[in-house]
């Protein structure tokens, strides 16, 4: 019970920050440093409580002073949003393989990787979506997706099957898709292609995924 | 009535106990491996990520074959024609989710779960179509429309019953919400409709569930009867439904734009403030009677929405610091209950203890940091902190609340 009183504890905090921002500005509107403060905060509790659902309002803080958010990402300005969002999935990324080799909280590894693995394949999808030279980030998508793939089915972690299947498939229905409007073979692809999904699925899941 | 036999739903469930225990160190490996040879289903499942996929690329299949079929079939269709359709497909759709089962053994699997969803989703626009005329939104609805929510809330009802989907239970709850609108223009008489159709299945849930409460079956009721309990509680707060948070009652809202909390009686209005305060310590009381985790939980949500909505119950101006009250109040609470469990003798007061003790908790904790982690609200800043140098990290595991760290 305590790890939930502790992200309630969490959130109120932030709430009352707000307040305060919002009524005396007593942080001068410096929102990305109060960002950076606010993941240290939040980091710091989730190793000295050993609480994941705070380590992921830090790194969801983190990701907010990287500029990141996911209501501003279909601005037209995305380039550099992708640019970020891959810095931070490195950083991010490097920062908890550091950490897990060293021993701090091992366990904290999974959270760090599903973080990681839902920006940047944000990141790659919003690059797929471009009108021109998507080709690379298509290709980008289809590395992490197989790369994806395969760390959920070996380590037995599905909810990594489940990205490489969603954002792979919205990636390439977009390229397969991009200028068709007749509406029977957008359908038909879509029967197609769920049902090449769905064999495909019932085969791992004949193989690999008995119990999550 | 139940399209799987009760020693597979047993077995299954004994298997899931299994492995929580084996999780948590309860068991050893040899006593789990001889216990797992006597937990074997013929029922085929699968984890909850692939769960979702497979669901969701069935819905998929089953959208585009139906959009294939009246764009490659039916150009132009009548509005009835299109309906008849619709009625066919769900059908069909309600005979491959019963094959699927019954042939394939899937339970929980995805597909006879999307399966299931889209019949009820086809009957309910063929019934539209088909039957009924005129948008249902229009102002003045067709006396006929009403056919629309009803077969949804029965043919709902009949696939929780059939297949044990606790969600088709909530989707039965939310169809009954439209009823009343197309009985009774009182929003009054609305209010009171729904909150008695809602007792009316609390009282039989909890009757049906007393046969039940050591066996496979009471974990769904146990669900169910929080749903209802927490669905009569939004349907009597005024408050909750005026301000339309909960998507309440929404023909209404479409037709008659947001009531206000003056169109109700003066002693309506007041009866249902009385209720909103007697009704979480009732909540309360029967979960933990009953040690029902769903029930407290409930109990523990409508006495937050009482607090919640106290204040424009009774007219009183809120303040933007109310929620930060609430949010100290709510962890003091919580934090007291806890010490106060964990200073009872060994840990445990009356049966309840703050300590976890099965894995499913862990796992839904997995689940739950991958989601916060993508939807959590970013921060302010706090002050900068100062940390202690001489600090180490390392050891423990989530969800022992740092007890078991070398921090």
Known sequence: MFDYVLYLGSLVWSVELAYLEKRFNVLSGRLDFDLLASAVLFFFLAYRFDNRFVLSLGLSSLAGWFGLTVSHW??????????????????????????????????????????????????????????????????????ACGASLAWGLRRRQFAFVAY??????????????????DETVVLGYFVVTGVAMLVLLVQIGRRFGRRA | MRLYSASSEETLRARKLLTDWAGEGFLTKAQYQLLEQETVSDLRNTNI????????????????????????????????????????????????????????????????????????????????????????FSPRPDAAQFLVPAAGAVFSLWIWRRFGFSYAFLAAMIFVLFLPGYWTSSHSAQHLIVAVVYATGL???????????????????????????????????????????????????????????????????????????CLPPVVLAR???????????????????????????????????????????????????????????????????????SGKDKHWMNVGSNVLGLVSPQSITPEPQTSDAGVHFGGGHSGGGGASSDF
């Open chain 1, 74 to 143: 279909s601005d037209p300005q995305d380039a550099a949003y992708r640019q970020y969002a891959i810095l931070y999935c490195v950083l991010v990324g490097v920062g908890g393989a550091l950490l897990q080799r060293r021993g701090l909280k091992p366990h904290f590894f999974g959270t760090y990787l599903n973080v990681v693995a839902n920006v940047l394949f944000w990141a790659l999808l919003s690059g797929v979506f471009n009108r021109e030279g998507y080709g690379l980030w298509f290709l980008a998508l289809f590395i």
């Open chain 1, 164 to 181: 490489a299947a969603v954002y792979g498939y919205v990636g390439v229905s977009s390229m397969f898709l991009r200028g068709v409007s």
């Open chain 2, 49 to 136: 990520f692939l769960r979702l996929l497979l669901f969701l690329f069935t819905l998929i299949i089953v959208g585009a074959a139906a959009g294939l079929f009246f764009v490659v079939f039916l150009s132009r269709p009548s509005e009835q024609t299109a309906g008849v359709f619709s009625l066919i497909f769900a059908a069909v759709c309600y005979a491959a989710a019963e094959v699927a089962v019954s042939q394939a053994r899937l339970y929980r699997y995805g597909i006879e779960e999307a399966l299931a969803v889209c019949s009820v989703g086809f009957l309910c626009v063929g019934l539209q179509a088909a039957v009924v005329s005129g948008s249902p």
């Open chain 2, 203 to 277: 009282a039989s849930v909890a009757a049906v569930r007393s046969r039940h409460r050591f066996d496979y079956l009471d974990e769904g009721y146990s669900l169910v009867e929080a749903m209802l309990w927490l669905g009569i509680y939004l349907a009597i707060n005024l408050q909750l439904s005026s301000l339309n948070l909960l998507s309440w009652n929404l023909p209404v809202w479409w037709w008659g734009g947001i009531r206000a909390t003056s169109e109700f009686a003066r002693p309506f209005y007041w009866g249902t403030w009385v209720l909103i305060w």
């Open chain 2, 287 to 357: 979960g933990f009677r009953q040690k029902d985790r769903f029930v407290i939980a409930v109990g523990a949500i409508v006495a937050t929405l009482t607090l919640v909505s106290n204040k424009p119950y009774l007219g009183w101006q809120r303040h933007t610091w109310d929620p930060m009250l609430l949010g100290i109040l709510l962890t003091a609470v919580a934090v007291f209950i806890r010490r106060w469990l964990a200073r009872g003798p060994g840990g445990v007061r009356h049966g309840f203890t703050a300590a976890r003790l």
